[in-house]
C-alpha cells in the first residue's frame, strides 16, 4: 500500500521578515482600534520564530515558564519532545515583546499567575492546532505558503 507524504515547503528569509513585518503591523493597528487577535497573533509568531520552540511547546507556555528577570532570557520547556524539560534561551528582543505582551495582558484583566497560559483563545488555552491555525492564518493574510501542519 503506497503511503503519501506531503511536500513540505519551507518559508523563505524574505518570507519570513514578510510575515514578521505584516503581523507586526496588524498588532500596531489593533492596538489603535482595541482588538485583541493581532496582538496576541504577533507574540505568539515572535516566540514561535525567535524561540525554536515547536507549537506544542508554544501552546504549552505557562507565564511562570517565561525567564524574563533581571539577567535571565529563557523559557522554560516543561514537556518537550520525548517528555524531556529543557530552558530554551531567547534573544533579547523577545524578552523585551514578551514582557510587554505580559504587561498588555495585566493591563486587560487577563490571568497572568505563574500557571496561567501565555496564550489563550476565544475558548481557552490555546492547542498546538490552535497555534497552527493563528500562524496559517497570518499567512493566507500576507500569501505566504503554502506549508505543511505541524509536525509534532
Same mark, same amino acid.
Given at each position: ?21 505584516? $503581523? &507586526?503591523?496588524?498588532?500596531?493597528? $489593533? ?16 516566540? %514561535? ?6 507549537? @506544542?511547546?508554544? $501552546? ?6 517565561? %525567564? ?10 516543561? +514537556?518537550?519532545? /520525548?517528555? =524531556? +524539560?529543557?530552558?530554551? *534561551?531567547?534573544?533579547?528582543? %523577545?524578552? $523585551?515583546?514578551? =514582557?510587554? *505582551? %505580559?504587561?498588555? =495582558?495585566?493591563?486587560? /484583566? &487577563?490571568?497572568? @499567575?505563574?500557571?496561567?497560559?501565555? *496564550?489563550? /483563545? +476565544?475558548? /481557552? ?28
Amino acid at each position: 500500500m503506497p503511503t503519501t507524504q506531503r511536500k513540505i515547503h519551507y518559508l523563505t528569509a524574505e518570507e519570513l521578515v514578510r510575515l514578521r513585518r505584516h $503581523a &507586526e503591523a496588524d498588532a500596531v493597528r $489593533a492596538r489603535e482600534r482595541g482588538t485583541v487577535g493581532a496582538i496576541r497573533a504577533w507574540a505568539l509568531l515572535d516566540t %514561535l520564530l525567535s524561540s525554536g520552540l515547536r507549537a @506544542s511547546e508554544v $501552546a504549552a507556555l505557562r507565564v511562570g515558564d517565561c %525567564l524574563l528577570g533581571y539577567g535571565q532570557a529563557a523559557l522554560l520547556v516543561r +514537556q518537550g519532545k /520525548g517528555g =524531556k +524539560q529543557r530552558e530554551v *534561551f531567547i534573544p533579547q528582543e %523577545l524578552k $523585551a515583546h514578551l =514582557k510587554a *505582551f %505580559l504587561t498588555w =495582558k495585566r493591563e486587560h /484583566g &487577563e490571568d497572568v @499567575s505563574d500557571e496561567a497560559p501565555v *496564550f489563550t /483563545g +476565544q475558548r /481557552g488555552p490555546l492547542t498546538r492546532n490552535g497555534v497552527w491555525r493563528v500562524v496559517k492564518g497570518l499567512m493566507a493574510a500576507k500569501g505566504v505558503g503554502p506549508v505543511a501542519g505541524p509536525t509534532d
